[in-house]
Every structure is written in C-alpha cells, then in structure tokens.
C-alpha cells in the first residue's frame, strides 16, 4: 500500500522514486515485520497465558520437557501477522506470485489454527484429525500449483532445474502439478517435525527464506538468470520483499523463542512457514535447492518415517525417539547443543545450495 503511495508522491518529489528500489523495500519489509514482532510479541504472549493458551507435553517425550507444559504456544500467528503487515506495506499488490506466495502461507496457517484451537481450547489432544489435515494441505496446494500451472506463460516456468548442471532442465508437462504439490506439502510438514526445541525450527527457516529471496531477486532478472543458468521468471524477483519478511518476523520471534522459549509458534506458524518455503522453491524454480538448503527439516522427516517403518516391519526402533533431535536428547545432549548444531548444519546446506548459483 506504501508502494501505491510513494508512486502518488513521486509525481510531485523525485525522491519518492526510490522506492521503486526492489533492494531497497526488500530491506524495509525485513525491518519493518522485525520490529513489529518486537513490538507485538510481549502484548501476543501475555494475551495467550492470559487465556491459558498452553504448550502440553507429551508424557512419551524427554523428561526435560515436563517444565515446558503450560508455555504460550500458537505464537506463530504472530510470525503471520508481521509477514502480512509488511508485505502488504512494501509489496507490489499487483504481483500474482507475490500473492499466491501470501495466500498460501496464510491458508497453511488457519490449517494449523485449527488444529493448535482444537489441542488447546477444546483439549482434543489429537487436534485436527490427520486425514482433515492433509486433505485441506493437498486442496490448497493443488489449488496454487493448478493456478501457476495454467497461468505459466514461457517454459521455464514448468521447467525443473537442476543444480550443478548447466542449462539441465527437464520438462515436467502435467506432472508439473503432482511434483509441485508434493514441494508444498512436503516442506510444511518438514518444518512441522524440526519444530520440537526451542529456536529449533525457526532460524533454519529464515536462513532457508533468505537464501531463497536471494534466488528470487536472480530469477526475476533477466541479465542475472542467463549469466548464472538458472530460469528466467518474470516477476517473482516482488518475493524478496516476502522472503524479507519472513527473515525479519522470524527473527523476532526468535527473540522469544529462544531457549529457554516464552513461547512456541505451534501448528499454526510451522504449518505455514513450511509451506512458504516450498511455494517460494516452486515459483522460482530452485525445489532442489530448497531439499539441498533444507537438509534438517529432511533429515528430520526421514527419521520418522524411517522409525515408523522399521518399527511396523521389525518391531525393533532404529533412533531412541524421532524425531532425530529428540535421539539426540535421550543421548543426553543438552537441549541447547542440539539446536545450535541443528543451526550450523543450516548454515553449511544453505551455503552449498548457493554455491550451486555458481557451480555448474
């Protein structure tokens, strides 16, 4: 809306025209959902222990998270809030990508509102029922990926990319949609299984998010995507101002949620960031990055259903629980050490998923 309005005023001062600056309101949707989550955070957590809005632990899990019962959770509605306010602030509102990306988060998120409203208010500790759950994740994935599907205007659109190969794209034709749905889905329940420690999954996300704004802003731009060999999208190089958002409004949150946590995000936020990161991987092109730069949420989907495998064919558990950050746990890593190793193997994926920018 702030775009509208620069655009107005420049008409009458020329200095208005510097925000037409991508990089320039890609900075400013950073700061700005930074310092309202900064700002909303305190009043969202004392709102949610007013109305007893409580994180229950699992009696099966760590003994360490007993003392976690009764911590604030459903934060992530305030990750959400803070994405929208400065997307809708500095984003270009006539963007389609920009707000297929936006949509999608959002739906993802009532998903998984739902389902914390259900395990908190009502005490159904089974929240919204798995099949309810994957049926609405797989309508709303299949409604993005059947839109961008049917309004793909060149090639490269459908095309998938693959790293390290130069000019290797391979044509998915109607496949296109199954694969992108799986993207979608995939990752939001990645990022749903990471989430179990405090701070755990929210910094991944944000270093997976900006490493796929930077993506962004090089698919978007003609000159930049034929240099490095990656697929030309016109306009997606707006969701830079969304990936910006996102790093800033996790990074806020982060503040709270780092160990040990004032408050969790819940189904609500994880369900959505999730599913943000594999909308953003599919509009760009780069859904194999995206697995390579989100090696935890992968490693950490893999061991359940590795576990859950093993346990039905042979009885026997491969890890001492999985997810695989709760095996590390029951090793008796401290619960910190965890998450800051979880983090540097982040930073090292993400590294290898933009050297492949180069690397072919």
Same mark, same amino acid.
């Given at each position: ?125 089974? #929240? =919204?029922?798995?099949? /309810?759950?994957?049926? @609405?994740?797989?309508? *709303?994935?299949?409604?993005? $990926? &059947?839109? +961008? ?100 409004? #996790? =990074?806020?949150?982060? /503040?709270?949620?780092? @160990?040990?946590?004032? *408050?969790?995000?819940?189904? $609500? &936020?994880? +369900? ?89």
């Amino acid at each position: 809306m702030l775009l509208w309005l620069t655009h107005y005023l420049s008409q009458y001062y020329r200095i208005f025209h510097v925000f037409d600056y991508l990089t320039l309101r890609t900075i400013l949707s950073a700061l700005t959902a930074l310092g309202f989550s900064l700002w909303f955070g305190p009043h969202m957590i004392n709102w949610l222990r007013q109305h007893q809005m409580g994180q229950q632990v699992r009696t099966e899990g760590p003994q360490s998270h007993y003392s976690k019962a009764g911590t604030p959770t459903m934060g992530g509605a305030m990750i959400l809030i803070a994405i929208s306010v400065a997307c809708l602030l500095w984003g270009d509102l006539t963007n389609r990508y920009f707000w297929v990306v936006l949509l999608v988060t959002l739906s993802f998120g009532l998903i998984g509102w739902v389902d914390d409203y259900r395990k908190v208010i009502r005490k159904n500790t089974k #929240g =919204l029922p798995g099949r /309810w759950k994957y049926f @609405y994740q797989s309508l *709303v994935g299949l409604v993005a $990926v &059947g839109y +961008l599907y049917a309004t793909a205007v060149t090639p490269a659109e459908t095309q998938l990319a693959l790293p390290f190969f130069k000019n290797a794209l391979i044509p998915l034709g109607l496949f296109y949609v199954v694969f992108s749905y799986f993207v979608i889905v995939g990752a939001s329940n990645a990022v749903n299984l990471t989430d179990g420690l405090d701070g755990l999954a929210i910094l991944p996300t944000v270093l997976v998010g900006g490493a796929l704004g930077i993506f962004a802003y090089l698919a978007g731009h003609a000159e930049f995507a034929n240099y490095l060999a990656i697929p030309h999208v016109n306009g997606v190089g707006e969701l830079c101002v969304f990936c910006a958002a996102l790093m800033g409004a #996790g =990074l806020g949150f982060l /503040w709270f949620n780092a @160990y040990p946590a004032q *408050v969790f995000m819940g189904d $609500v &936020g994880s +369900l959505a960031l999730g599913a943000a990161l594999g909308i953003i991987a599919v509009v760009v092109r780069q859904e194999v990055a995206l697995f390579i730069m989100g090696g935890v949420f992968v490693m950490e989907t893999v061991s359940v259903i590795l576990q859950v495998a093993s346990f039905k064919l042979t009885g026997q558990r491969i890890f001492r629980m999985a997810p695989i950050h709760h095996h590390f746990e029951l090793k008796g890593w401290p619960e910190p050490k965890v998450i800051v190793r979880f983090w540097i193997m982040t930073v090292v994926l993400v590294l290898i998923g933009l050297s492949t920018l180069k690397l072919r």
